[in-house]
């Protein structure tokens, strides 16, 4: 099992910035898949961005050029660094890790608030 703690929610202006945590519980070199996701107030929960073992990125269309995820694997942690924030950025954001296990597993943390005001 892989228990994922995130940190780094808050208020911000729009236009700020900041950056999220997510410690994992062994090594995330060994985790297939990193990846945030967000649930805006009222709306589901939406794919952000993901990072690979190898390092290979993917990201929403809604922040691809303003937000980056990275990792780094003596930590066990995974980052988003968020810039040029928005209202609609306004979200509780969550960690989630996929490991191969013989089968697939996915792993979610409890979320950290986001909320960026006018």
């Known amino acids: 099992q892989v228990q994922l703690v995130e940190s780094g929610g808050g208020l911000v202006q729009a236009g700020g910035s900041l950056r999220l945590s997510c410690a994992a519980s062994?090594?995330?070199?060994?985790?297939?898949?990193m990846a945030w996701y967000r649930q805006p107030p009222g709306k589901q929960r939406e794919f952000v961005a993901t990072?690979?073992?190898?390092?290979?990125?993917n990201y929403a269309d809604s922040i691809k050029g303003r937000f980056t995820i990275s990792r780094d694997n003596a930590k066990n942690t995974v980052y988003l660094q968020m810039n040029s924030l928005k209202p609609d950025d306004t979200a509780v954001y969550t960690c989630n890790a996929k490991v191969w296990r013989m089968k697939w597993y996915n792993y979610w943390g409890q979320g950290t608030q986001v909320t960026v005001s006018s």
């Open positions: 062994e090594n995330i070199f060994s985790i297939n898949t």
């Open positions: 990072i690979t073992s190898d390092g290979t990125t």
